[in-house]
């Protein structure tokens, strides 16, 4: 890998990632709300998902020495990883997408996850708490009138606004929008999409 390379592919995020994560859905609690996800009712099944088909996943991601481009041989190489029942013929049914509806709505929705959205969504909620500290820290004189005079009225409307508001901020800003912090083993990808949509095509119904 080259040190350009290396230095791209180190400044990238993951999304939902499984790895070194004690406790999945405490770590992410997103992944509950999603009702693909919930139904799964498998903590394993839904890091076989990750490892599938989220974009961030090292064997999704495109600029990854991990990249697999070809989609059965990623549910092989993820069931070989996560799946602790090591069946030879489940592995191959699954390779050539034998599986059931709900893991097969799971897989196309984790591909559906979006790094730059959830980033971005990231930005604003930083910066709306950064403009309620503002705010706070300024007092009732970011409330002037055209004479200069503060304004009590529209200040305490501000800070009670902000105050009712403060705990969901932080409990977003808390959650991440799921997301982590880039390593050398994993990260952000913008293909492979169409892999996945090719492969999921040829399920049986």
Known sequence: ?????????????????PRGVKDYLREYPDLSEIK???????????????????????????????YIEDFSERIGYAY????????ESQRNSWKDGELEPKLKDAIKRMSKISPNTRDRAREMVNDAFNEFEKIIKQG?????DKNGTPDYKKYVDSVR???????YLIKVKEEGFGISKATIDGKEMTE???NIARFLKSFKE
């Open 1 to 17: 890998m080259t040190e350009v390379f290396k230095d791209n592919y180190e400044n990238k995020i993951t999304i939902f990632d």
């Open 80 to 87: 070989d990883l996560v799946i602790n029942d090591k069946s």
């Open 192 to 194: 492979g999409q169409n």
């Open 140 to 144: 009732k004189n970011s409330f002037l």
């Open 161 to 167: 606004g902000i105050v009712e508001n403060l705990e």
């Open 36 to 66: 693909e996800f919930k139904e799964l009712k498998s903590i394993t099944l839904l890091k076989f998902v990750w490892w599938v088909s989220n974009p961030t996943s090292p064997i999704v991601d495109i600029t990854s020495p991990e």
